[in-house]
């Protein structure tokens, strides 16, 4: 079946090391986020990232990227992102929920990065004054929702406009780890080194179950993001069944051979793909130009995956499957 | 370890055959709920319910009872609640947060169960104006916040006042199993044929890892409810391995017997505790007198628990600590 | 003073009549909204709608578009309008707010008029799934942001855009006045004989001192409205001086009459700025191309007017503006 | 009419001076709260308060409530106040809206004044932990929703609490002007100089039409408040006419005379009722006991008021009633 699924990586299994630790942490006792397991996490991911980390489990991307921005925006205020983003065409306005009320401001940019102009020029653009809603943070999406890595100094452009005009710089990471295998660079690299304050490093897309980690770099977590995330149902009792997830994740860089192995099965799909390409494949994410009938007659041999508008086609490729495992689906592609 | 934690049956294990079934999801690839174990949930409570329910699973009981009020009251309306209600008292606001801003509106009565007079005169000192918030709902904890089992006439009372008031009536079953073991009922007596509209049935507590289902009972869940737990970050990716969770609870009456094993290790508890206990002893909760000097005694033997205010302190027996579990602890008291 | 001031027609006088009705209303005495002048509006706006209405009465146009909103779309539920219109623009989040969180989802159209064929796209393009917001409302503003009036046939094609989906449509009249006498229609020909749900009508630039009454067609308003405009704190406890601004405006049509001075004032400044036009001067606003030194001069002239981006200036003509007031800066600009 | 009227100041007159300020401001022309008027505000409070002050109007008392106390606490904190505070039992769950959520934590007192003992034991039982809201403030009426005044020992009480718990503490001061000519105090001495923050200063209820002030002491208001306003609709287009109003219930302390005028008649009235009041009366409310007939009787010769419960009613004077407009009911309630 992994052979044939290409729909989502949310639909792939959990890397067996996870289940491992999940197994292991039912000896564990302590409820809520008391436990060694959760209490461990903020020296593990300043380990990873090279800095003081202050680090948050929650079960979904969608309760990561909202509480990190209903921390950083107050009801009144705006949220920077693009016009593709996940949490604008995604979520279901979740960010506004949790927020009380911000409001997204949508921007353009090729394959979902916001682009750096525009957004100085929407910035200019904002008179300050009580009537029109004053931004309090920027969201990238790294992967990007069309599979792109942020380049380091492309954040850094970013960042550098969030430091200039006083607003904080969130990353979604649910593909971060895609990210930085195909970058092969250090994640402080493209994170707080290049002005990022908080990142939503995904793991369940990349062989967790349900787990998914807020950090906070430079010490701007603190006073209510954790009664963000107990006020949103997120603040499990049996939490350090999650904070095993992540943990298991971390060690012997589980998260950065899965996203590798994830990564080199995309590419040998876009081989196959050529000029069919929409956008480079360098994370975990195909978009490519497949007419209806191309479509009917992958489906028909049995692969899965979604149509991207017309003519067009996402095929997401998961850690369980690397370049053999999509071998098949590559060749039917070729052969197109 | 099980045999000196009694502060909390969240901090139990999790259940072998959930975690048999968790494993078993493993295989199962559909994303968010539209997997074969999400989609089964309808007809397994169905059948256990002997009535047509709508079933959402969620990870968290603040979360299962803060969409069920916020979908039954609008962001001006009211709630009724006891004033020691955990969704009163220990979810950091939650309802009110779903709810877009509605009132808790806390009632006495005797072991956390409201009292149906004063839930009455509160009612009728309502005006019906503008100025004042209306009610729009009924909460009530199933195993009470003391371990009092509701029984099916005053539940129908309560459930009287709600269809004679126009307001829907919530049952947060956290405990809801102990309850109904306690009570040897069938789960329909203690729910909808005594007027309740939905049941957040908690299996978390009793055996699962995070797992608790809404029921909705005479069609009363429909649109609002899935909006409502997206958009608070509650869409699980992998929600198969929640749903599977609930279905190894359901199987074999699994939560019966995890029920029946804790309320056994609480009976053999209370037999020990005697003059010293504050409520009849019903479901897995003990709340007993308890000088400063014995809680300092009980706990230097090893044994961990809550103070309960001065001089009284709560004990909670989990699923896998039955009687023979308990017998030093309830040795321990005896001769304290 | 009358003579220089074109930067907004709020800043204008309040008309006499409506000065007068408010000191007759100080015999007037009883509170919120039960006066005989409150509990009038319904009969008054239903004759001049020639339909039943209900009506409620808020000293703010904010107010007035907030409540309507919140009313037709719950939280997680998306409203269309266009990108430059005054909810999305200059509420500051506003309607937002008092929906608890509903999203403003922001279309493109000539003269901020939202065009029919990108709603229709939009509408197309938006999965029905819970990940998705889906829209429940549409909100056009008429006159325009750039001071165009809707023709009754571009009002019901978006009117028939909205019942096909099952939206309610809006109009945001703060200018409806305007618009209604540039186009010498009924003012039920451009509202909900043409599909319109509900309409914030405006007094307080055309001549009242603080009133805005929302106009409920199709019996679409009851339970909610008045609740949100109770909590928003809008139910002023001496209400019956905001009615008796209405009612004032409503006698012999005075709405009507001050807004075809305002216009006519308009249209004697159109005459004098010929191509510099940026759009067709229908009701009491004029955009036209301006240098930073033509806006110098004009205002060393005593001119006071607002930028409107680069070479662009907004002038707003008020209802105590009419041909002969305005003649001195029609001549300023003629000789720039 | 006056002579009959007794069921609510908010019924009363505006005083001919506030007519003749408000008259005299359709001169002046500047939009929002731009104007000279608005800007006098700080000053004027400043002088009046002996220190510097932070001042915004609005129209209502629930919007200067709400929005002081949304600057206040943090949506998943709470707001102590008197379990029949005027924000916890008449204003729709106002301050819960504004605030995104803040609980109202209700407290028992004599007259509605907070016990300070009760209010002590409440934070004490606070666990600090993130499953309890915690509490961000406390909010008094003063005169209270019994017609008390608080003595400045009291309320400097009260301050001495919130300051060691690091609460802000709220003054709704609807009445504060009756409070005020009853103590014969400066105003500081019941405000800041007791340890308020935060002032709702009424006016409306004394003479205005619909104005109130936000009064902020110490630097307390800033960022957020003028946020609060203009999204909640409250920051009306001719602003001007709301400040010329409170400019005018200062001007030559007009508050404090038509608050001594409105004393002097419910004085007048208290004196006919000896044994029947259920509080002293202090300010311009009594509360006494009445039977059921003896009301109808009342009613039957023309005055107007509440039921307060069973056999008893509220009758509130205003400050266009002074002792000799309230001798015929003073008289009628003597006889009865």
Chains 1, 2, 3, 4 share one sequence.
């Not at 092969?184 to 349900?210: E, H, I, Q």
Request: aromatic share 8%.
């Amino acid at each position: 079946m992994t052979a044939t699924r290409f729909f989502s990586d949310n639909a792939a299994a959990v890397h067996p090391a996870v289940m491992e630790a999940i197994a292991a942490a039912n000896q564990v006792d302590t409820a809520y986020d008391g436990d060694a397991l959760s209490v461990s996490l903020d020296d593990a991911f300043s380990q990873l990232f090279e800095t003081r980390c202050e680090v948050v489990w929650v079960s979904s991307g969608t309760a990561a990227n909202s509480i990190i921005l209903a921390h950083f925006a107050r009801p009144w205020q705006g949220i920077f992102c693009h016009e593709e983003a996940h949490i604008e065409v995604d979520e279901c306005g979740a960010p506004t929920f949790y927020s009380g009320g911000a409001k997204l401001m949508p921007l353009p940019g090729r394959g979902a990065k916001i682009d750096a102009e525009a957004l100085g020029r929407r910035l200019a653009a904002i008179r300050k004054d009580v009537h029109q809603v004053q931004p309090a943070a920027i969201s990238i999406t790294n992967a990007t929702e069309y599979g792109l890595a942020w380049r380091r100094d492309e954040i850094a452009q970013i960042g550098e406009i969030a430091r200039a005009a006083g607003l904080k710089l969130h990353m979604d990471g649910a593909r971060f780890a895609n990210s930085v295998a195909f970058l092969g660079c250090a994640p402080a690299d493209v994170t707080w080194r290049a002005g990022v304050d908080a990142l939503s490093f995904g793991f369940t897309k990349n062989g967790a179950m349900l787990a998914e980690a807020l950090v906070f770099f430079g010490g701007c977590g603190g006073e209510g993001v954790r009664e963000l995330k107990k006020r949103g149902g997120h603040l499990l009792s049996k939490g350090r069944f999650v904070a095993a997830q992540i943990r298991a994740m971390l060690t012997d860089d589980l998260w950065l051979a899965n996203a590798r192995a994830a990564n080199a099965g995309a590419a040998a799909l876009a081989a196959a793909c050529g000029e069919r390409l929409l956008y480079p494949v360098e994370a975990n994410e195909l978009f490519l130009r497949l007419s209806a009938d191309e479509a009917t007659r992958l489906r028909s041999a049995g692969y899965d995956f979604y149509d991207w508008g017309e003519g067009a086609a996402r095929l997401v490729v998961s850690w369980d499957q690397d370049a053999a495992a999509v071998a098949p689906l590559a060749d039917a592609i070729a052969h197109l």
